[in-house]
């Protein structure tokens, strides 16, 4: 094909994404921006606290600005160590290890599960990063209805004698709901099945001293349940971690590819997690105000009419009437300096638009009470 097709079917492809309404366009922000922000995961308001950004500012006159190589050559330094260290022990782990994205230690964690022959079973609503890790791991995969124990319960009948693993977020990342996870485990186990579990969104806002939603289902330290996270939401950082057995941890400095073959996460931001951390273990009181924020933000936005999902963490769900509806709603939103994030498929496990709001104990009262308003004025 000619060049000039080639890019002539890029530009179809672009009008027949407008024509659905799902154009998506990069929008710069100033550090300055003055945006009430309920677009970002910084559910804690951790990432501009200044004991991190001190923490994070003392790493960089130390390291510099990057790791320099791979964790396995030049990359890993006293930071990462003692951040995997501490967050296996938040977690309750025997192990953990960081990465230098969610995406990758998905991606990671699932294809250091695979065996011949195993099973994966995927919930419906998964985040992309654990679709993709399904596909690149070659396993067969079956994708169970959103939240179904019964259907996985009967996938994993229908495969008696293979290895498997059941994979689903805790907290799912586009209505915010829960997982049934004290139930998906004891069917895994009964089965003898593995649970892998991507904590992202329940890490620092859910479970004992923030722990997350698998500690928070009672399954700390089961030895058949895997963690994976990112660093990038209650924590305000980067990175990804994936927690477990201390077998799984050296299969995968061995052999994850995503591990293996990409540069480490700068130590200026493993330090500033590792500080974030600290503060989401004794951050009980803003846990409590961002849980009762979610409630607000529920009660207000139902009362005015909107089907809003229920707030089993931080993030809440708004569905809009279209996807054409859902970017003008967001828009008009933006111009009234209100940030929300606008959900549109491909992005969604449905057909449905959405606004979602991510809620953040770090944004003043008074600036959340206005968003509310102005996301209940503008909407279609």
């Known amino acids: 094909m000619a060049v000039a097709d080639w890019l002539a079917a890029l530009d179809r492809r672009a009008e027949l994404r407008a024509k659905a309404g799902l154009t998506r366009r990069l929008h710069p922000r100033a550090a300055d921006d003055g945006v009430v922000d309920l677009a970002g995961n910084d559910y804690l308001g951790l ?59 998905n991606l990671g964690a699932i294809r250091a599960l695979v065996r011949p022959r195993t099973l994966l079973i995927s919930d419906a609503h998964n985040h992309a990063s654990l679709i993709d890790g399904c596909r690149i791991s070659g396993a067969e995969t079956v994708v169970t209805p959103h939240a179904d124990v019964a259907a996985v319960a ?74 994976t996270a990112t660093l990038s939401k209650a924590l305000g950082g980067a990175g990804g971690v994936v927690a477990g057995p201390a077998e799984l941890v050296r299969h995968l400095v061995e052999t994850a590819r995503t591990f293996i073959y990409d540069t480490a996460l700068p130590p200026v931001v493993a330090a500033g997690v590792r500080a974030a951390v600290g503060l989401a273990r004794s951050g009980a009181g803003l846990r409590a105000e961002l849980a009762e924020r979610a409630a607000v933000a529920v009660d207000r936005l139902r009362a005015a009419g909107l089907d809003v999902s229920a707030a089993d963490a931080a993030v809440v769900s708004v569905t809009a009437p279209s996807p054409e509806a859902a970017t ?43 968003a509310l308003e102005v996301i209940v004025e503008s909407a279609p």
């Not at 498929?345 to 606004?355: F, Q």
């Open 47 to 105: 990432a501009a606290h200044p004991e991190v950004t001190a923490a994070a500012a003392q790493a960089l006159a130390a390291y510099g600005l990057g790791a320099t190589g791979s964790r396995l050559v030049r990359g890993s330094t006293d930071v990462h160590h003692t951040l995997e260290d501490t967050i296996a022990d938040w977690l309750g782990s025997d192990r953990s290890l960081v990465f230098s994205s969610g995406y990758l230690a």
């Open 328 to 370: 003008a709603w967001a828009a008009a939103c933006r111009d009234r300096g209100v940030a929300v994030g606008c959900f549109r498929p491909p992005s969604t496990p449905d057909s449905r638009s959405r606004l979602r709001l991510t809620i953040s104990a770090g944004v003043p009262r008074g600036d959340f009470e206005h």
């Open 154 to 227: 009967a996938a994993l009948r229908a495969a008696p004698g293979r290895p498997a693993v059941v994979v689903t977020e805790s907290v799912f990342s586009v209505d915010g709901d829960l997982a049934p996870l004290a139930r998906l485990h004891a069917t895994a186990r009964e089965h003898g099945a593995l649970l892998l579990v991507d904590d992202a969104h329940a890490l620092g806002v859910l479970g004992p001293d923030g722990a997350g939603a698998v500690a928070g289902a009672g399954l700390t330290g089961e030895p058949d349940v895997v963690v």
